[in-house]
């Protein structure tokens, strides 16, 4: 009999373990956990959660799963977006109970979820990964309607591929304008890897064209690499305004595609907006989030600092140093579902690390990376002094070509842990 | 070595007990790009403690070139990279 077997059957006892009376200490029947959200982080987590024998539901509205990681080539024109879709068969097939629902409320203190068609689930440990949710309040003139004609295109899916037609559409000579919100949002770097990609595109299909990239802020991930291969790259196609330039879009007109600046105004012929976000809403309507729009937790448990038996991951949560990416959310999710497994049983976790990882393409054979270490300090994730960091500047073509190949391998394995 | 040994010979007779037991820090986060064989990025499955030891270690102080990796151990002690690797090699025939 292989390990794998042995394992199998002795978790086969262990999902009954109410009847063996090991090895829970739960005094009412087998623990549940219920996940809310099916991406890197709620997928990963349900998985974990039942692989170390935990009764797991996750509750995940879409059939499929559209990864915002690798969207930016959709974008670019190289990818279709079918690349970018993964569907739960594979979790089904393991055995872990999914609810195509949405979860419309949370009573943490009947610790109930309340799904869509009205019936609820009771949990014994809740996990939040809902990732975000657009502020259509936020930024004048940006709103559902008028993200129909200036994508943001910051959830994968439908809006990555209307800003795709659109550039796609856009005659040679036309005027790109993006707009970059301040702090925090999901994926730091996103945006200027969306700039470079479309650069790109520009460079390579419609020359005559020009991208101008309007930040509300004057730092951001990666930057003397991007700033590096801009200047190399793309000098005639991508121009960057930083907040200091008046780089802050103070308003939109959906109408005519007008991104209105304190200094200036910019008529597009395609403008991609990313608005501030927030925690997804689930989260705010569980209570879990604070006057932020995010949710502060506990570095040591992922639990809700404001909810008891809630536990937050993924782009939802504040994490301090540790970014919003895909790979966080990953890393957090098994932790998370080890930690809740020990939680359960009685146990106290102890301090752990966590590690990012994150890859850019400035161009499809051009990659750059950072990546961090954290521990838990300060009620957050801090960075571990002497690690991490980038990609080195002025670095030969091949350290590029390398890390553009190790970003596409990284992919491939992620998704493979999450969903293959 | 007797930590590896001690380690495999627990998988070997408690299998979910030793799966249970608590990931030392870190390790979870390496099979976000470390899976299956046929990668650019190496696998990890049936490497022994003792080679992921030493490459750790090697990444650590610059003696091997890397691209990330190098940038990813200066965050952990030579006891924790250690202790990561014990427990890799203890995944391994654990899915």
């Known amino acids: 009999m292989s390990l794998t077997d042995r394992r199998q059957i002795l978790g086969g006892l262990a999902a009954t373990a109410t009847v063996l009376g090991a090895p829970y200490v739960s005094a009412q029947a087998q623990p549940h956990v219920i996940v809310i959200g099916g991406g890197f982080g709620g997928a990963t987590c349900a998985r974990f959660l039942h692989r170390a024998g935990i009764k797991v539901t996750l509750i995940e509205e879409n059939a499929t799963y559209t990864s915002c990681p690798f969207s930016n080539l959709v974008i670019h024109g190289s990818r279709e977006i079918s690349a970018q879709q993964f569907s739960y068969d594979a979790l089904k097939s393991e055995g872990i109970t999914i609810v195509a629902q949405r979860a419309q409320s949370v009573d943490g203190d009947a610790r109930r979820v309340t799904l869509n068609d009205g019936t609820t689930l009771t949990y014994d440990r809740l996990i939040l990964s809902p990732g975000i949710d657009m502020r259509f309040d936020a930024l004048p003139g940006y709103d559902a309607a008028s993200a129909e004609l200036m994508p943001h295109a910051w959830k994968a899916g439908a809006q990555t591929v209307l800003l795709r037609r659109q550039l796609e559409a856009m005659e040679d000579g036309g005027l790109v304008v993006m707009s970059v919100p301040a702090n925090p949002y999901r994926c730091p770097p996103g945006p200027y890897e969306r700039a470079s990609l479309i650069a790109h595109y520009l460079k390579t299909k419609k020359p005559k064209s020009k991208l101008i990239v309007l930040d509300a802020k004057d730092q951001f991930s990666k930057q003397k690499l991007f700033q590096e291969a801009w200047a190399n790259l793309y000098p005639d196609h991508l121009e960057y305004v930083p907040l200091a330039a008046g780089g802050k879009t103070t308003e939109v007109i959906a109408s005519d595609k007008t991104v209105v600046t304190e200094f200036s105004r910019y008529t597009a012929a395609v403008a991609n907006i990313i608005p501030p976000q927030q925690a997804g809403k689930i989260a705010q309507l569980a209570g879990a989030a604070d006057r932020t729009g995010w949710c502060p937790i506990d570095p040591m448990t992922f639990e809700s600092k404001l909810r008891p038996n809630m536990h937050v991951i993924g782009d939802a949560a504040i994490m301090g140093a540790m970014p919003k990416s895909a790979f966080a959310a990953n890393a957090q999710a098994k932790l998370c579902a080890q930690t809740v497994a020990q939680l359960l049983r009685g146990e106290t976790p102890a301090e752990p690390k966590l590690v990012n990882t994150c890859y850019s393409l400035v161009a499809p054979d051009y990659g750059i990376s950072v990546a961090g270490v954290y521990r838990p300090g300060n009620g957050v994730f801090v960075d571990i002094e002497g690690a991490g960091g980038t990609s080195p500047l002025t670095a030969p073509q091949d350290v590029r070509t390398r890390e553009a190949a190790y970003s596409n391998a990284w992919f491939g394995i992620i998704t493979a842990e999450v969903f293959g | ?95």
């Open chain 2, 1 to 95: 070595m007797r930590i590896v040994l001690l380690v495999t010979t627990l998988a070997l007779i408690s299998g979910p007990v030793a799966a249970q037991s608590p990931a030392p820090p870190g390790a979870l986060t390496c099979s976000g790009c470390h899976g299956a064989a046929g990668s650019e990025l190496p696998s990890l499955r049936g490497k022994d403690a003792a080679t992921i030891t030493q490459a750790l270690l090697a990444f650590r102080s610059g003696a091997r070139e890397a691209t990330l990796m190098n940038r990813i151990t200066k965050g952990f002690s030579e006891d924790e990279l250690a202790a990561i690797a014990v427990w890799i090699e203890a995944q391994k025939d654990v899915k």
